[in-house]
């Protein structure tokens, strides 16, 4: 995918004519305060915009017709459905396939005639045979593979994937289950005065993931994350701030101003029948737990958990990291997040905050030492949350 500097995408968007002086204002302010320095996008032309890498290549007469970005003009274009679903078809094979390929290759003592299961997640476009089709093909999987496929849940989406793959190995101790998620998200960015436009084309970005979940025992010397519970709540009010329709150009997103004040003040309740499955930790989470996974749904978000739940900044490090350099990419992110935290990856650039250098003050021993809090939301309004722990066999 091409690499989007978010600088670039703020004066592309904020220079379009249907703007006006506060459509302008919006877009800066917007852009600057994401917490973001870089984007991926599926859309090669947007990349040649001013300011992006490509800026000063010479047109190609081999590419066509533009349909998402005229360079002659400056103008962001306005494709119709169908053709920006064309382009999720021909992009996200390669996508979903290269991530589902590095997570088998990466999970120790696992190859690919193993996977009994897949499951694979995308709310940005729709084709079948699907993305699980095409992994069972692509990897060279049985015929007989298990196969499913979750489609338009939003952010949160990777989530009911992973409870369903835990349950498939609580259910049978051998099974090897691959989730793969793949979104496309640009594809339905808009140049729009509209707040809440505005706020999208400032965060989401494209990108895939994929996670092998088994309960066969693992090589020695492998680091895993153990999946040990999960969670779903529906908050009393956020059902109009938070949606995601199919209009006539493109998807149309919803995500309201008012999405972070209800993440707050709805949070500490929607961790409660999580940690009630874990009565070591009835009474001392949130504190106890060493390092959560938050879905950088936007910096204002992390934010407000950082704030309600009095976490340290380096406990949100890997999830600002992760909205840092790759943005909001719906349901694949937190796994971007997850591995992060399973791989110990160094802190990113993180615009606008301090550089994170201290470690959370989380005791070595412990109910929480080595524990991991996964958190994502979407429409509904649904908080997803899932509790794992991590440690090196």
């Known amino acids: ?74 103008r962001i274009l306005t494709p119709g459905t169908g053709a920006r679903n064309d382009t999720y078809i021909r992009e996200a094979p390669a996508l979903l396939l290269g991530a589902a390929r590095q997570a088998v290759d990466e999970a120790a003592g696992i190859e690919a005639a193993d996977v009994t299961h897949v499951v694979t997640v995308s709310c940005t476009g729709f084709y079948a045979p699907g993305p699980d089709y095409q992994v069972v093909r692509g990897l060279g999987l049985g015929a007989s593979t298990h196969r499913f496929h979750l489609g338009f849940m939003g952010c949160y989406g990777a989530f009911p994937a992973l409870r369903m793959a835990a349950q498939f190995c609580a259910a049978d101790p051998d099974a ?29 970005g494209d990108g895939a993931a994929a996670a092998v979940v088994t309960a066969r025992p693992a090589p020695a010397g492998s680091t895993v994350l153990d999946l040990e519970a999960f969670e779903t709540v529906l908050t009393p009010v956020g059902e109009d701030d938070m949606a995601w329709t199919i209009g006539d150009q493109g998807f149309d997103m919803i995500l309201s101003s008012y999405v972070p004040k209800i993440i707050d003040e709805h949070i500490t309740g929607a961790l409660e029948p999580l940690w009630a499955q874990v009565p070591a930790l009835q009474g001392v989470a949130p504190a106890a737990i060493e390092d959560w996974a938050i879905h950088p749904g936007g910096r204002s978000i992390l934010d407000r958990v950082e704030d309600r739940l009095a976490l340290a900044p380096a406990q949100l490090e890997a999830s600002r990291s992760t909205l840092a350099e790759v943005g909001n990419m719906s349901s694949a992110t937190v796994l971007f997040v997850l591995r992060r935290i399973l791989h110990g990856t160094p802190p990113a650039d993180v615009p606008g905050r301090p550089d994170v250098a201290e470690p959370a003050p989380i005791p070595a021993s412990g109910p929480g030492a080595g524990r991991v809090c ?20």
């Open 374 to 393: 996964a958190m994502a939301f979407g429409p509904g309004l649904t908080v997803e949350t899932a509790l794992m722990t991590r440690r090196t066999i």
């Open 176 to 204: 090897v289950v691959l989730v793969v998620c793949v979104e496309l998200c640009s594809l339905h960015l808009h140049s729009s005065d509209d707040a809440d436009t505005i706020v999208a084309s400032s965060v989401f």
């Open 1 to 74: 995918p091409t690499v989007l500097a978010q600088d670039g995408v703020r004066d592309l968007f904020g220079s379009q004519p249907e703007l006006g002086r506060l459509g302008t204002r919006l877009v800066s302010a917007a852009f600057n305060a994401s917490g973001i320095r870089t984007r991926h996008t599926v859309i090669g032309e947007l990349g040649t915009a001013p300011g992006m890498a490509g800026a000063d290549a010479p047109a190609d007469a081999a590419d066509g017709e533009p349909v998402f970005y005229d360079r002659t003009t400056g």
